[in-house]
C-alpha cells in the first residue's frame, strides 16, 4: 500500500478543501452586499475573524457545525502526525464524513442567498 506519511497531507488538504470553499462563497455573499469591493473585503474577513474567534469559544460538538472548523482540526492533526504523536481522525467527524457535510450544507446555502441578492440588485460584473 501507500506510505501513510503520503495518504495524510491529502486526506488533511481533502478535508479543508471545502470549508476555504464555503469561505469564498461567504466572500461572494458578502460582497454583493455591499457597493464597494474594498468595503467588502474589509467586512468579509471581519465577519470571518469574528466567527472564527466565536467558533474558538465553542464546545467541540458545537465547533463540529461551522465550516470554520475543518481546516484547524485538519491541519492539527497533520501537526500532530509529523510530530508522531497521533495518526488518528475523531471518529465522529470522519465516520459520518461531517467535514463534507458542513460545509456543503454553508455552500448551498451562501450560494442561492447571494445569487437572489445579485438578482434584486442588478449588479452588472
Known sequence: GIAPFLVF???VLFMSFLAFLAAGFWGILVSNLTESSGYAV???LVLFL???LGTGM???RSKQKMFMYYPTYAFEKLAQFSE???TRWNGDIDGSLLYLLVPGLYIA???PLAFSI????SITA
Open 109 to 111: 446555502a451562501f450560494i
Open 9 to 11: 497531507p491529502g486526506a
Open 84 to 86: 508522531g504523536t497521533t
Open 118 to 121: 445579485f438578482r434584486t440588485r
Open 50 to 52: 469574528v466567527a472564527d
Open 42 to 44: 474589509a467586512i468579509g
Open 58 to 60: 465553542m464546545l467541540d
